[in-house]
């Protein structure tokens, strides 16, 4: 069975699938089951794309499920995330696609998979160019970095009010230039600096972390595995902040943005 065949019978049968690797020991099962042809692991215990994608949809599926525990979840799918072939054809065809963006100044984008639970999307940065800080409003992230290097500085946001401060619209937008306008100010915990490199992982959950910005250090693509997947209303409601790097009123860790 060539591969496309075998992708269609993944995803055409997933309720079975779902059902069987129940019963079945995790990882190991799931990528023998999809690297059907070779009929067992490789020796450097690396899976297949199809694995990869069986992996995800398993875990994913369960956010329907009463005990859904998205902490629980995102690390499963880290550690799914840790052992995918990185010379998988699937990647590589991406890689390749994405050269022809080098060097037009911004970051490349493209999906690579999305099913109704999950979707799967490539980026490749450039040395210096950055995604500033933004979330994912009812949204789960598992971050891979496949090539590269990257820095990746996560946020929580706290449930504490702050009152709407007031400033001078210079330029842009709408109203006149000069008008005064209300600016919703909000108060971030920091949740940790990270620096990425091949393979390694990083995540969020819809509450924790789900704030964060990306900047990379050198040439970089990775894999982004949301849960749910993007869709027109969460699109619409992401949300885009400039954080003050100076704590906030003393308090460690914890930092003042202003959304816009």
Known sequence: MDDYNRREFIRTSLPGFLGLTLALPGITAMATRANGKEGRLDQSKKINWDAFLEGVAKESARQHLDDWNELAYVKKVQAIASQLRLDDPVLLEAFKKAEVGIGDG?????RLEKQKDFQISYLQFEKGEKI?????????????CATGELVTENYTLLDEELDESKELKESGGQGAEGEEIAVKRVLLKGAGRTVLKKGGTANLTSKQRNIHRVEARKLSQIIDVFAPPYNRERGAATKWFTVDEERYRGRKGVYEAVLG
């Open 106 to 110: 911004s970051i490349d984008f493209d």
């Open 132 to 144: 500033r800080h933004h979330d994912h409003p009812g949204m789960t992230g598992v971050l891979l």
